[in-house]
Antibody, heavy 120, light 106 residues
Framework: QLHLQESGPGLVKPSETLSLTCTVS??????????GGWIRQPPGKGLEWIGS???????YYKPSLKSRVTISVDRSKNQFSLKLSSVTAADTAVYYC????????????WGQGTLVTVSS | DIQMTQSPSTLSASVGDRVTITCRAS??????LAWYQQKPGKAPKVLIY???SLESGVPSRFSGSGSGTEFTLTISSLQPDDFATYYC????????FGQGTKVEIK
């Protein structure tokens, strides 16, 4: 059973960079069917896909966030990470990592989510 | 970007009711549509993928249909555990979620 767990600071100052890591257990991230995605949900609102990464390092970003997002993978640690730069209060959200098995695939395994608040 | 619009935003229903949620895409997404259930404080859980395929372990009272730009999620007989928020998601062109439909107790 695949397990994903988000980790990182719960509080980030405006204009700084939000950094989160997703650690995968119960399976290898170095699989030809592993894509890791980041999704966020502002308090009381809906879900927004941020971006995804293939195990090989190919990345896919939401166009409106592309200029601020970097997703990377560390296969040796079975982790993938999110960096979101120049954050504002609008970036306050629960951030989820999730797995999908292809470009035409929903997200089938999710982490529990971590709340990141942007505030000075 | 492909936009996904769900209706209604909120639905009040009773245990045993048949419930239908609609999702419309701003352009054709073929059959690349999934439905998720989310309960407060929890991550979403995929119920249906590729429009009508039931995820393993999901009760058969959940079903999906549609193609192109219009899709539906039906719960044939609402159970107490089904009160939650439901999201559709297209994955024809990256991934986009609908705004959600909250199913609440009538």
């Amino acid at each position: 059973q695949l397990h994903l767990q988000e980790s990182g600071p719960g509080l980030v100052k405006p204009s700084e960079t939000l950094s989160l890591t997703c650690t995968v257990s119960g399976g290898s991230i170095s699989s030809s069917t592993f894509y890791g995605g980041w999704i966020r949900q502002p308090p009381g609102k809906g879900l927004e896909w941020i971006g995804s990464i293939y195990y090989s390092g190919s990345t896919y970003y939401k166009p409106s966030l592309k200029s601020r997002v970097t997703i990377s993978v560390d296969r040796s640690k079975n982790q993938f990470s999110l960096k979101l730069s120049s954050v504002t209060a609008a970036d306050t959200a629960v951030y989820y990592c999730a797995r999908h098995v292809g470009l035409y695939s929903p997200f089938d395994y999710w982490g529990q989510g971590t709340l990141v608040t942007v505030s000075s | 970007d492909i936009q996904m619009t769900q209706s209604p935003s909120t639905l009040s229903a009773s245990v045993g009711d048949r419930v239908t949620i609609t999702c419309r895409a701003s352009q054709s997404i073929s059959s690349w549509l999934a439905w998720y259930q989310q309960k407060p404080g929890k991550a979403p859980k995929v119920l249906i993928y590729k429009t009508s395929s039931l995820e393993s372990g999901v009760p058969s009272r959940f079903s999906g249909s549609g193609s192109g730009t219009e899709f539906t999620l039906t719960i044939s007989s609402l159970q107490p555990d089904d009160f939650a928020t439901y999201y559709c998601q297209q994955y024809n062109d990256y991934w986009t979620f609908g705004q959600g439909t909250k199913v609440e107790i009538k």
